[in-house]
């Protein structure tokens, strides 16, 4: 089955400095790669999300890059805030529209010093 | 409504008891799933439903039985637990898409389960 490897387990960055974070999958065929955010006690809520036929996207302050090659995906967020501060978790599933059940890596805790 | 909602927000139940989770989305997804998250840990898919019909099960003991009443409704019911079952449940839903294909999930706050 898919394998998702997720890193750095903890990052922390200055308010204002950008923060990556980088996954790696197993199965080539996957093919739908989310990105959620959860807050301390809260949901995992949707951050961004790209599909397999695209390289890059971006939404204002965070973007995500796609290596199909590599295998291997990644989160940018610029211009850090102190709400930024959570959980970071990436994902990848495949089949029709990502059909097939989410793989989630084990999570990035991102601390924003003010 | 672009909400996935669930009640209760904390249970606390020993573990003779039988409760029940729920949740609910009105926004015509057909697609819903229940998942277990363990602190620090990321979420860990235990069911899915696909037009009311149960599609997924992940080797779940049979103490956790989910129902799917209709397409806006989706049950947990708890019987039996035990002290490691102890953890947050979340809800979720998506879409179905292009023949059978599952879209992006959104998830509930989820339900703060407690097995004494």
């Known amino acids: 089955g898919e394998n998702v490897e997720q890193h750095p387990s903890t990052l922390s960055v200055q308010e204002g400095d950008s923060a990556v974070i980088k996954c790696t999958y197993s199965?080539?065929?996957?093919?739908?790669f989310p990105w959620y955010k959860q807050e301390l006690g809260k949901r995992p809520q949707l951050i961004i999300d790209?599909?397999?036929?695209?390289g890059e996207k971006k939404d204002q302050r965070i973007a995500v890059t796609l290596n199909k090659t590599a295998k291997h995906f990644s989160l940018h967020i610029t211009e850090t805030q102190p709400e930024d501060s959570a959980v970071y978790f990436c994902?990848?599933?495949?089949?029709?529209?990502?059909?097939?059940?989410?793989?989630f890596g084990k999570g990035t805790k991102l601390s924003v010093i003010p | 409504d672009t909400e996935v909602t669930q009640t209760p927000k904390h249970l606390v139940m020993g573990m003779t008891n039988k409760k029940s989770l729920k949740c609910e989305q009105h926004?015509?997804?057909?697609?819903m799933y229940w998942y277990k998250q363990k602190a620090k840990k990321p979420p860990e898919l235990m069911f899915v439903?696909?037009?009311?019909?149960?599609?997924i099960n992940e080797s779940v003991p049979s103490r956790f039985s989910p129902e799917c009443p209709n397409s806006s409704l989706l049950n947990l019911h708890l019987h039996a637990l035990q002290p490691e079952d102890s953890a947050l449940y979340l809800c979720?839903?998506?879409?179905?898409?292009?023949?059978?294909?599952?879209?992006?999930?959104?998830f509930g706050p989820g339900t703060r389960l407690t097995v004494l």
């Open positions: 994902a990848a599933s495949r089949g029709p529209a990502g059909s097939y059940q989410l793989t």
């Open positions: 199965d080539s065929a996957s093919n739908y």
């Open positions: 790209i599909r397999s036929n695209v």
């Open positions: 439903y696909s037009y009311e019909k149960l599609s």
């Open positions: 979720a839903s998506s879409r179905v898409v292009l023949r059978g294909g599952r879209d992006t999930q959104y």
């Open positions: 926004m015509g997804h057909r697609a």
